[in-house]
């Protein structure tokens, strides 16, 4: 190389991959730590399913249950509670499988990308030591106060692709939960209409939309997960995934407690649609102070860039 400029640029963009393959790396752990966690949770609802699957067969089979509870007078209703059961669990499994596979392929989303920049360490060292050798023979204050400089872009444009990082998953988020919205809006009416005698068709219908927006709100649950831990890369804390833990249940909570009637049913989707809303106002609040911090920090690159280059051109 035959310039400070060139040099500093190597530099710059070998401190990016650093600090990028440091995130990364971080990241994996953190994944790691939730699939073995979620994992357990799965296990768990793998083996209730299997319990109730049980209760079901035995009901269903030549057993003395089934002889008891037929005696009794009781069968059908015993065993149609059974099979609510035996649904509920396997809602509950359906959930916490998709969580599972939503946090591997994260995971190896990550790795992959981590591969990108395995190498940062080494290729710092190569060019800090050629460097090295190049300012022996050169002006070392000038080199000296353009790495200066040049160290202070590099952290800057860091902060800046964690911001922008954070507003895609925030959007993506977002995006998310106007979907479950959109399909509880949907299931809100039809379920009104229901009430007020719309017959099996609308029934039909509410039951579809709820299903969509069973999976909607699996979807964003995960999307706001993510945008969770891209906000504390950048140290903030939301009250996102509060909202995710506390307010959105799952599936099963508003469907199968609905069947008891649809007053119930329709007072569960108001609560579902009341915490998207939630979240979706949430979402909103931390992308507005993304943007802010963005303009914040491409104001003070720019700054930086400025008095790199008069620098330069100064000497």
């Known amino acids: 190389m035959d310039s400070l400029r060139e040099w500093n640029e190597q530099l710059r963009r070998q401190r990016e991959r650093l600090r990028l393959k440091e995130k990364r790396q971080r990241r994996i752990r953190e994944l790691e730590e939730e699939i073995e966690k979620q994992g357990r949770v799965a296990e768990e609802c793998r083996s209730s ?48 499988e998709a969580a599972l596979r939503a946090l591997e392929a994260s ?26 050798e190049w300012i022996r023979r050169y002006d070392p204050d000038t080199s000296r106060l353009l790495e200066s400089l040049s160290e202070e ?13 954070a507003e895609e998953a925030g959007q993506e988020a977002l995006d998310r939960l106007d979907e479950a919205r959109e399909k509880l809006q949907s299931a809100r009416n039809w379920g009104t209409y229901d009430m007020l005698g719309g017959g099996m068709i609308s029934t039909h219908i509410k039951h579809n939309r709820i299903e969509e927006a069973r999976e909607h709100m699996y979807e964003a649950q995960h999307a706001l997960r993510l945008f969770e831990k891209e906000l504390a890369d950048l140290e903030w804390r ?78």
């Open 238 to 315: 939301s009250g996102a995934s509060g909202v995710e833990m506390g307010g959105f249940l799952t599936f099963a909570d508003y469907f199968f407690d609905g069947f008891l009637t649809d007053w119930v049913v329709q007072g569960r989707i108001n609560d579902a649609f009341d915490s998207v809303e939630r979240g979706i106002e949430e979402v909103e609040r931390q992308l507005s102070r993304l943007a802010q911090e963005r303009a914040r920090v491409e104001e003070e690159l720019d700054g930086t860039n400025a008095r790199y280059e008069q620098t330069i051109e100064g000497r």
């Open 153 to 165: 872009a590099g952290l800057l444009e860091a902060r800046l692709k964690e911001t922008q990082e």
């Open 107 to 132: 995971r190896d989303e990550e790795v992959r990308q981590l591969a990108e920049v395995d190498d940062a360490e080494a290729e710092l060292e190569r060019i800090v030591r050629r460097k090295e």
């Open 49 to 96: 399913l299997n319990e109730e699957r049980e209760d079901v067969e035995r009901l269903e089979s030549a057993s003395l249950p089934r002889v008891w509870y037929r005696l009794t007078g009781r069968l059908e209703e015993r065993l149609e509670a059974e099979e609510k059961e035996a649904a509920e669990a396997q809602l509950r499994y359906d959930a916490a």
